[in-house]
């Protein structure tokens, strides 16, 4: 049973307008959640997290929101640039503080965004 | 420049045959982990080690085995008993303990494996 969906396998929008990417999970344990953006062939690469205590994180023009009554968080990028068309993954995890949590972190399936120019 | 290093980029072996993929890390980071990411997949999780001569089984460990003698080295052997070994297997690393108690993951570039 998948912990974390993505459930829109990919997303097109033109350069200059926001980006809205989504995530949901089921796992009420997981207190904290992490973006990650991945070019073809490459490593994915940190882009933003969000802890459970918190309902915004904003990083330039990234911003991820959490709702943890509905289980759902976004990432919003704005403006749009086509360097920032990649596959993003959502991933969650329960803190080793907490009973039962771990660290590690479990995976969406990943959205393709394309920015078009 | 600090980071972590997947060696070979690309690697081919025949069926049948084990292979050690190489994954090196000088971040002194306490926490190791190794993925497999399929074509329309997240990423799973194979094994994970979060201190030296110590690794724990992920969602996916059957087929494939793990060391942990340094900690800047995690080697990932995949045996002939996995029998889907064809994919990109992405290594990664992170702080463990002490009181922070999230922690990012820091991947490497990734080994894409195709056994013929």
């Known amino acids: 049973d998948q912990q974390v969906k993505q459930n829109s396998p990919s997303l097109s929008v033109q350069e200059g307008r926001i980006s809205i990417l989504n995530c949901d999970y089921t796992?009420?344990?997981?207190?904290?959640f992490l973006w990650y953006k991945k070019y073809p062939a490459e490593g994915p690469t940190f882009l933003i997290s969000?802890?459970?205590?918190?309902d915004k994180n904003e990083d330039g023009r990234f911003t991820v929101f959490l709702n943890k009554s509905a289980k759902h968080l976004s990432l919003h990028i704005v403006p749009s640039q086509p360097g920032d068309s990649a596959v993003y993954f959502c991933a969650a995890s329960a803190s080793r503080l907490t009973q039962g949590g771990s660290e590690k972190l479990v995976f969406g399936k990943g959205m393709k965004l394309t920015v078009n120019p | 420049d600090g980071g972590i290093t997947q060696s070979p980029k690309y690697l081919f072996r025949k069926e049948g045959q084990n292979v050690t993929l190489s994954c090196e890390q000088n971040l002194n980071h306490d926490a190791m982990y190794w993925y497999r990411q399929d074509p329309g997949q997240g990423l799973r999780l194979i094994y994970y080690s979060q201190i030296v001569n110590d690794f724990q089984k992920g969602d996916i460990a059957e087929g494939y085995s793990v060391s942990r003698e340094k900690k800047e080295s995690f080697p990932l052997t995949v045996t002939s008993a996995q029998k889907n070994p064809t994919a990109f297997y992405l290594c990664?690393?992170?702080?463990?303990?002490?009181?922070?108690?999230?922690?990012?993951?820091?991947f490497g570039p990734g080994t894409r494996l195709t056994v013929l």
């Open positions: 990664a690393s992170s702080i463990y303990g002490g009181t922070i108690s999230y922690n990012e993951q820091f």
């Open positions: 796992n009420s344990m997981f207190d904290y």
């Open positions: 969000i802890s459970s205590i918190k």
